[in-house]
Structure formats: structure tokens, C-alpha cells
């Protein structure tokens, strides 16, 4: 069995520019692809050279799926991501709904439903393909090269090089900077479109563009790696990630959904979904965080920051720079979300990889009680006062399966994605652990017990996902301890002070909760399944 290679170099320079894995071989194991069920007929469709491989070698162990009736029906009906050019709705991994009415800045139910799609989908990823330019040309096979999408959101490049030496003498810490570079400091042997890098530089912020750092491109007269410049060589591919808040959940998760969706804008090689892969931080501090186990989802390689190459001339064969977690109309921070629609495919699919690589899995059920989790703050904000009447209340009722966890640092983070995918209902007051909705499955509400006077980042972050979300409802019943006070600023804030609730109304809104999971059929499908009447689901989740 011969190994997957890149494309075939001779063939023109805008096929080598495309694919950013020239250098890359995968052999025999198949193992760069493991990807969920539901997300190989797309991926196969994209490199059929690679399905037919699969079914020819008896060594592939996907040989088996792709044979399956179940795998030909799921090409049938959901055969693309939705960025292929050829991709038409009909056949998209999934189809977002806007069941509210198309009322603001559109004038039909059309225009409703693709903005919604280019603002938060993969008609995002399809418009930064779209957008890409080529920034600095290469003039034969090997040469250097670098592409970008507008205003710099996303960027590769092959055979480049930075200069970190004068970092060797920079005693602050490094980190939303944007003097890291100076001019000349990174740059390649290619044909440099000066006017066309200049005219993309309108986002200059640390975490909104790579402007801060691509202005400083310059043509270098010979290619660097081949003229002996490059103190290290880094040969296998690499990200390199200004990220924003490594111990807050909502924030860093911002960091590794815009990792996700740049690998399907640099889908261009078979291997582009491997972990063979080096990540570059773009800070001096030594990465650390409660949701590091995530990263494992891209790279099964240490994580190195801007003091590993520091005082050193890096050459990178190939390099991409992620999209950004702050960018202008960005995902998912500054996403502009229409009104009336929800369920991004980009959003389910980022969450089914991540949950397939970290080996997280819908549990079997000895019953068919309601999976209920109270998710328990133990700061000193944001409280919950008679949390334990609450819990009482509720633990009586016996089609409730009842739990009360703290996602804290001693509990290790896929435990705590084990406890959440296997969650009906998840209860939390406003907060960053809020943002594990993005892995309950698809039936399961989220109730925000109470926004903060907040009430849209975790209501649009749940309608991005598509799963269900319901907030408190009577703000009489609702009973915080004393005016909440900012403590950097003398002005009243509802995310600083805590809060006792009505039990009879914290009642009625589980309730509320708990029935629309059992009335949302994947949930019915699922009990079904499990008490043997049907198949497991087969519509987008699994084949």
C-alpha cells in the first residue's frame, strides 16, 4: 500500500500554494484522519482519490463504513460541508433553521436565512476561501509564498521565515502585543504584492488581524531556508495562535472554534484534520490551562510559546495563521446573529470533533428520567444562596435524575464534557462555564437560571449550537444580596453580588425544561433506541 501524498507539484504554482501539506506523508494507519462517523462522507467527498485507496487497501479501517448502506445513504443526503462550490443546500452536513420572523435590515425569509449562514456557518468558511488573495507569489514550485484572506482574519504560508533575536532582550511579557516584530522581521522569496498586503490593514488590533505582524512582510533575495538563514527549520505544519483568555472557558473556546473553521478554509490536503502538527503561541508566557486536554484535539505535540524560538531565525515549511477569537464580525465573540434563526452546522460539527477526538460519548441510561445537572459556582460572585432548597425541591420529583457538580480544577476537563454530553437539562447561573452547551446533545435545554442583566451572550451562543435555552422569567421572584458593585469601578453591576431564588417558580421553569426534552424527537429516538424499538439515530449525528 503506498502512501497518501500531497498534490503533485508539477502541475502549476496555484495548486502548490493550495495545498499547505506538500511536505506531509500520511501512510498506511489512516490514523491522521480520525474524524466522527457522521463526518466521513464529506471528508471523502472532498478527496475521493483517498476513498477509492481506502476501499482497495483491506488494511484501511475505514474499508468497512465506507462499504455500508448507512455511510451511501448519509452521501446521499448530507454530502458536502457547505463551503464546496458545489455544495447546494440541499445536500449541506446541516441545514440551519430561522423559524422567527425575518424582521431588521432583511426583506425576506431568503435573505433571513443567508445571513444567518454567512454570519455564523460555513458560509463563513466559504466566504474566507472566497476572500483569499495571494500576498506574496511564488515563482516556481518550492519558492516562498503567503495568502490571505480580508483584512488579514486568516493567512498560510510556505517556506517563511521570522526572526525572533531581538526577543532574546525583551524582559516584559509578551502577550496582545504588537511589536513582536519589526519590519523585515518575517518575510519570504516570492513576488510580494506590496499595495494589495497594505490595502488589508484596516483591522490592526492584537487579536483581530494578522496585520500587526504582516506589515512588516518584506521580499527576501533569496530563499531563506536554501541560503542557510534559518537557525531551526520547522518541517511539520504550524499554527500559530494569538489567543485571549486561557482560563476562562467562554473566551478560549472562542480560540479553538476559529482553529476548527480554518481547517476547513485550509482543507486543501487529505492530511489537513492530522495532529502531526506544531502550535506556536503568540505570547511569552508558558501556556497553561484548565482546557488544555483540547488542544489534543489539533496537535499531539507540545505546546511552544514565543520564549521557545526566542533570540533564533525560525523557518517555517508551512505555517497558517487562524482565524481570531476578536475579529470584527468575527465567531464566535462578535458575531452579529441575525434575529429568528439558529443550529449552525459549523457549530454542531466543531462540537462532534472535538467530543469524537477526546473520546466523549453519550452513556447508556438504566431509566428514562430527565438528566438534570445544577452546575455549582464556588466563587464569589454569582452565587446561588438556597441552592440547596433548590436542589431538594427538585431531587423529589422521580422522573428527574438529579446532580449537583463544580467544574473545578480538580476535576479533570473531559470528565467534566462526560458529564455534560450525558446532560438533559444544564442549570448555571450567567458564567463562563456556561459555555458547555456547546457539547449537550442536541435535545437537552440550557437554563441559564439568571442572565445578570446579560441576557444575550449565552441565549445566542445556545441558538449557534441549537440546542434549547431558557432564562428566568419573573424578575420579582428573583432576590439578589444587596446592589451588585463593580469593584474596579463605583457603579452598580449585576454580575457582582449574589442571588436567592422563588423554589416554586425555579420548579415550574425545570419543568418547563424538562418537557421540551421529552417532547424533541432525537430525544425520543434516543430512549427508543435504547430500549431496542429502533436503530440508533441516524439523521446528522451518526451514521
Known amino acids: 500500500m503506498g502512501c497518501v501524498r500531497g498534490a503533485v507539484l508539477a502541475i502549476g504554482v496555484k495548486l502548490v500554494l493550495l495545498t499547505c501539506y506538500t511536505q506531509y506523508v500520511a501512510c498506511d494507519r489512516y490514523e491522521y484522519i480520525n474524524l466522527p462517523k457522521a463526518h466521513l462522507p464529506l471528508y471523502f467527498r472532498r478527496f475521493p482519490a483517498l476513498e477509492k485507496q481506502c476501499v482497495e487497501d483491506e488494511n484501511c479501517p475505514y474499508r468497512t463504513i465506507i462499504a455500508s448502506q448507512s455511510y451511501q445513504n448519509r452521501k446521499d443526503a448530507a454530502a458536502c460541508w457547505g463551503y464546496e462550490e458545489d455544495c447546494t443546500e440541499r445536500i449541506r452536513y446541516v441545514n440551519h433553521t430561522c423559524p422567527g420572523s425575518h424582521v431588521g435590515y432583511v426583506k425576506s425569509k431568503k435573505a433571513q436565512l443567508d445571513t444567518f449562514y454567512s454570519q455564523a456557518d460555513f458560509g463563513f468558511v466559504r466566504d474566507q476561501i472566497r476572500e483569499t488573495r495571494i500576498m506574496c507569489e511564488p515563482q516556481f514550485p518550492h519558492d516562498s509564498s503567503l495568502e490571505c484572506s480580508k483584512y488579514l482574519r486568516f493567512c498560510r504560508g510556505r517556506n517563511l521565515m521570522i526572526n525572533f533575536t531581538d526577543l532574546a532582550h525583551r524582559t516584559e511579557p509578551l502577550r496582545y502585543k504588537m511589536d513582536v516584530l519589526g519590519q523585515g522581521q518575517i518575510g519570504g522569496h516570492c513576488r510580494l504584492h506590496e499595495k494589495r498586503l497594505r ?104 505546546i511552544a510559546d514565543l520564549k521557545t524560538y526566542a533570540g533564533k531565525v525560525v523557518c517555517f515549511r508551512n505555517v497558517m495563521l487562524p482565524l481570531l477569537p476578536r475579529m470584527i464580525f468575527g465567531l464566535y465573540y462578535n458575531t452579529p446573529i441575525i434575529y429568528g434563526c439558529e443550529n449552525s452546522g459549523l457549530f454542531h460539527a466543531f462540537s462532534e470533533h472535538v467530543l469524537h477526538r477526546l473520546k466523549v460519548q453519550l452513556t447508556a441510561r438504566p431509566d428514562d428520567r430527565i438528566r438534570i445537572t445544577f452546575l455549582s459556582r464556588q466563587t464569589r460572585y454569582r452565587r446561588v444562596l438556597n441552592e440547596d432548597e433548590l436542589m431538594a425541591r427538585i431531587a423529589k420529583n422521580p422522573n428527574y435524575d438529579v446532580q449537583r457538580v463544580s467544574y473545578g480544577h480538580d476535576l479533570p476537563f473531559v470528565e467534566q464534557l462526560r458529564i455534560t454530553r450525558n446532560t438533559d437539562v444544564f442549570i448555571g447561573m450567567h458564567g463562563a462555564g456556561l459555555t458547555h452547551l456547546l457539547f449537550l446533545p442536541k435535545w437537552a435545554t440550557l437554563f441559564e437560571l439568571y442572565h445578570c442583566e446579560d441576557p444575550n451572550c449565552y441565549r445566542d451562543l445556545a441558538r449557534l449550537r441549537g440546542v434549547h435555552y431558557l432564562s428566568w422569567e419573573r424578575d420579582h421572584l428573583v432576590y439578589p444580596d444587596g446592589e451588585g458593585k463593580h469593584p474596579e469601578r463605583d457603579e452598580r453591576h449585576a454580575k457582582f453580588t449574589n442571588y436567592a431564588f422563588d423554589v416554586n417558580e425555579f420548579e415550574r421553569l425545570v419543568a418547563k425544561a424538562a418537557n421540551h426534552v421529552r417532547e424533541h424527537q432525537e430525544f425520543r429516538s434516543f430512549l427508543a433506541a435504547k430500549k431496542g424499538k429502533t436503530d440508533r439515530p441516524t439523521k446528522k449525528d451518526e451514521l
Open 199 to 302: 490595502d488589508e490593514l484596516q483591522h490592526i488590533s492584537p487579536l483581530q488581524s494578522w496585520g500587526p505582524e504582516l506589515r512588516f512582510f518584506e521580499r527576501l533575495e533569496r530563499p531563506p531556508i536554501e541560503d542557510g538563514r534559518c537557525d531551526v527549520v520547522v518541517e511539520k505544519p504550524t499554527f500559530i495562535m494569538k489567543i485571549d483568555a486561557a482560563i476562562n472557558m467562554y473566551h478560549h473556546f472562542c480560540d479553538f472554534l476559529n482553529l476548527y473553521a480554518s481547517l476547513h478554509v485550509n482543507l486543501s490536503h487529505p492530511a489537513s484534520f492530522g495532529t502531526d502538527t506544531h502550535v506556536l503561541i503568540w505570547e511569552s508566557f508558558t501556556y497553561l490551562s484548565p482546557f488544555a486536554e483540547t488542544f489534543k484535539v489539533f496537535t499531539s505535540n507540545p
